[in-house]
């Protein structure tokens, strides 16, 4: 008999439905998918000129196709990892992955780069984490930071609501600290939905921190925090 397990997905929409495609691929039959995103993905403000940096630094998806939509184009772009880098080399930049997170971005150009060839540009959201402008400014380089999207909170579906009333969901993967903080908050706000059979599938520790008092029968983390390892945690938590 196989055995499905119902994952909650709550990143923004388009992220959402390429997981679903994913797990759909990649772990065919051993899934059902609730989407309800928690962010909605809104452009904001302006590109500056990118001809005065010496290289353009991403940090999500969201930042490359902001960036792109505004027309922005760069000599050298540095993306946090694999899934941010090839959407920048689809879009037509020339793209390196730090395969990792924050800490390895910085570590990735500051060893890449001379701050004295130039500034460099890092393209956020309104809410961010890593500190990457502070710790490359330590390597002596110059970050000017641009914010072209904005995330803003979406409540969960009446569907997903449900689910998580009655004990139907059995998987949530948490791609970021500021989802994590969000749902914390809705657990909090709803303390009688069962979570003892709900597990928390988490980007980093730094998200598992965030969920980690409020009740979860596990949680678990991937083992890089990058979309890769996400997927194969998903994979290790359905079979």
């Not at 772990?27 to 904001?44: E, G, N, Q, Y």
């Not at 998806?61 to 792109?68: D, I, R, S, T």
């Not at 890449?112 to 540009?121: H, K, T, V």
Request: hydrophobic content about 45%.
């Amino acid at each position: 008999m196989i055995s499905v397990k119902t994952l909650l997905l709550t990143r923004p929409k388009a992220q959402s439905w390429a997981l679903v495609k994913e797990i759909e691929t990649g772990f065919p039959d051993k899934a059902a998918c609730l989407v309800s995103p928690m962010m909605a993905i809104t452009p904001v403000g302006d590109l500056p000129d990118t001809s005065k940096f010496q290289a353009v630094l991403f940090t999500s998806v969201n930042g490359v196709q902001a960036f792109v939509d505004l027309g922005g184009m760069a000599e050298k772009c540095y993306c946090v990892g694999g899934r941010t880098t090839q959407m920048a080399q689809a879009a037509g930049l020339d793209a390196t992955s730090a395969n990792g997170a924050a800490a390895e971005l910085v570590t990735l150009v500051a060893t890449d780069l001379n701050a004295e060839d130039g500034p460099l540009l890092h393209i956020r959201g309104e809410h961010t984490a890593g500190d990457i402008a502070d710790n490359l400014t330590t390597h002596g380089f110059t970050v000017e930071q641009a914010v072209l999207y904005r995330q803003q909170a979406c409540a969960l579906t009446e569907a997903a609501r449900q689910a998580l009333a009655q004990g139907d969901v059995q998987g949530l993967p948490l791609y970021s600290p500021l989802t994590a903080r969000r749902f914390a908050e809705i657990l909090t706000q709803n303390p009688d939905w069962p979570t003892q059979n709900l597990t928390a599938l988490c980007i980093s520790q730094n998200v598992g921190d965030i969920v980690r008092n409020l009740g979860f029968g596990r949680i678990e983390i991937a083992k890089a925090p990058n979309g890769a390892e996400m997927l194969a945690l998903i994979g290790r938590f359905l079979r």
